[in-house]
């Protein structure tokens, strides 16, 4: 299993992007995925999962700005971000689950400028 994260960028505050994830190996939607995030100094935390019937949870920091979804095979994950504040300035890591096992991807960098 291999994930690619991309969709990052530069962006002012109250700007959007779109993060995508695409998954090549045997993965699909019967596999939980998420987004985390590190930023400098920080420790990675989850930002927002979808499970395998659909059920998301989100970081309370992100709630009402920020839309997790998978396209309808299931294993592209988009993270929709809106009214991005500095704060949400990070790595962000897409990751997924396979039989016991946690894949990552290498991460895209998110710069919110004020």
């Known amino acids: 299993v291999q994930l690619q994260a991309s969709g990052g960028g530069l962006v002012q505050a109250g700007g959007s992007l779109r993060l995508s994830c695409a998954a090549s190996?045997?993965?699909?939607?019967?596999?939980?995925m998420a987004w985390f995030r590190q930023a400098p100094g920080n420790q990675r935390e989850l930002v927002a999962s979808?499970?395998?019937?659909?059920?998301?949870f989100y970081h309370n920091s992100v709630k009402g700005r920020f839309t997790i979804s998978r396209e309808n095979a299931g294993n592209v994950p988009y993270l929709q971000m809106n009214s991005l504040k500095p704060e949400d300035t990070a790595v962000y890591y897409c990751?997924?689950?396979?039989?016991?096992?946690?894949?990552w991807g290498q991460g895209t960098q998110v710069t919110v400028s004020s």
């Open positions: 190996g045997s993965i699909s939607r019967f596999n939980p």
């Open positions: 979808i499970s395998t019937t659909g059920s998301t």
């Open positions: 990751q997924t689950s396979s039989w016991g096992k946690d894949y």
